[in-house]
């Protein structure tokens, strides 16, 4: 008999939640009473689409503290931070967009995007834990920026950023603020007005939701551009005919991922708390212990063990897991949030996160400690009898 690996990869994406599939199924025609139609059209069948994307606009708006006509619905995180960054370019002269060192790559490509078209890019430097360098971020203030955008949560490290303070002192030389708060979001407490932030991105696969379904949420006196034009779907920002069912899901995924958010932080901070006193006795490097993190998330190494081979390792032994981030899984280089942090390459290299979920078991993680300790003693015994 096989078993599947246990998943330690929840940042990454994760499985869908029961509830989220049942509030699915009509809409994709695989449960009573089937629900189809185009939720443009004016009859009772786009009457009944439509209805279902309002309610779950309302639904993403609450779990977030925004109002529903200020949630812009997208194919994904990566869609909507591009229609912020070049939504908002498209409606301003050329300036500085400033974003951290340790952005996603669909905020730092973009960015880059703009600076082909005239604008200037401003990476904010980040100390050794992957928090904004204060000093670097007043100069990017003297900058005065257009446009700013700082991840809420780390993907990888899982380092939060204070944004309400960097959003309350961008506004002061006029610039729009944006946070790709994908990671946060379930996580961490999320409140649109309580940030001060312009815009917000958001995605349903992180909290138990479906593929292919995420936000932006954005201060109505943002100017944007859209990015697909056509129809004129989602107050013109974003056309084409809205994917009802994953919608549906993203709305159902938000009000539980909210619900369930303070006891699962505390469930997941204690199991993390169990990996990283195990990789202590291993000797590891755990990177940002000392900042402010999600309850979920470690990012560590060993010294002279590649990470790419004790993921493959831990794979085989039944344990997934990554060696950072999983949109940029196919590069080879080492993680460019360690990078930016100062961390040295050769240290990079070896880097391995795990991150902690709904279905993640005290049982899991036990288990999870005691083969990563018999890996890592194989895989040193191998470095020493080949040095």
């Known amino acids: 008999m096989s078993f599947a690996p246990v998943y330690l990869d929840w940042n990454a994406t ?3 939640d029961p509830l989220v599939r049942e509030a699915m199924l009509p809409w994709l025609g695989a449960a009573e009473p089937v629900r189809f139609g185009n939720a443009s059209s004016r009859h009772e069948y786009g009457r009944q689409a439509r209805a279902a994307v309002d309610e779950a606009r309302a639904r993403v708006a609450a779990a977030v503290g925004a109002h529903a006509t200020e949630v812009i619905f997208t194919s994904g995180g990566s869609e909507a931070n591009n229609l912020f960054l070049k939504g908002a370019a498209a409606c301003l002269k050329p300036g500085t967009v400033a ?36 000093a670097d971020w007043g100069a990017t203030l003297q900058a005065k920026p257009a446009l700013v955008s700082v991840m809420l949560a780390n993907n990888e490290t899982g380092v939060l950023q204070d ?34 932030v312009n815009a917000m991105t958001l995605s349903a696969h992180k909290i138990g939701g479906p593929l292919g379904a995420g936000a932006l949420v954005v201060d109505k006196r943002v100017e944007l551009a859209p990015l697909i034009a056509g129809g004129g779907q989602e107050r013109g920002l974003r056309s084409g005919t809205e994917n009802v069912a994953a919608i549906v899901g993203f709305g159902v995924a938000c009000e539980r991922a909210v619900a369930h958010r303070e006891t ?34 470690v990012f560590f190494a060993f010294g002279n063990i590649d990470g790419e081979t004790l993921v493959g390792k831990l794979d085989r032994a039944g344990f997934a897991c990554a060696s950072g981030s999983a949109c940029s899984s196919a590069q080879p280089e080492p993680s460019h949030t360690l990078l930016a942090m100062g961390v040295d390459p050769v240290v990079a290299r070896g880097a391995v996160r795990v991150s902690l979920g709904r279905m993640t078991t005290a049982d899991d993680v036990a288990r999870f400690v005691a083969t990563l300790s018999r890996v890592v003693e194989d895989l040193r015994k191998l470095a020493s009898v080949a040095g």
Do not use: M, Y
Not at 101 to 128: M, N, S, Y
């Open 99 to 134: 974003v951290s060192a340790i952005e996603h790559p669909c905020v730092r490509e973009p960015a880059k995007q703009l600076q082909r078209t005239g604008w200037t890019l401003k990476e904010i430097a980040v100390d050794a834990h992957g928090v904004i360098d204060a």
């Open 14 to 16: 994760t499985p869908l």
């Open 264 to 297: 699962e932080a505390q469930r997941l901070a204690l199991l993390r708390g169990e990996i990283e006193t195990g990789l202590a006795a291993l000797g590891a490097t755990v990177f940002s212990r000392a900042a402010q993190r999600l309850p979920n998330t």
């Open 163 to 196: 944004i309400a303070a960097l959003a309350a002192e961008a506004r002061k030389p006029g610039a729009w603020f944006h946070t790709d708060a994908v990671q946060a979001l379930g996580k961490a407490e999320l409140d649109f007005r309580a940030l001060g």
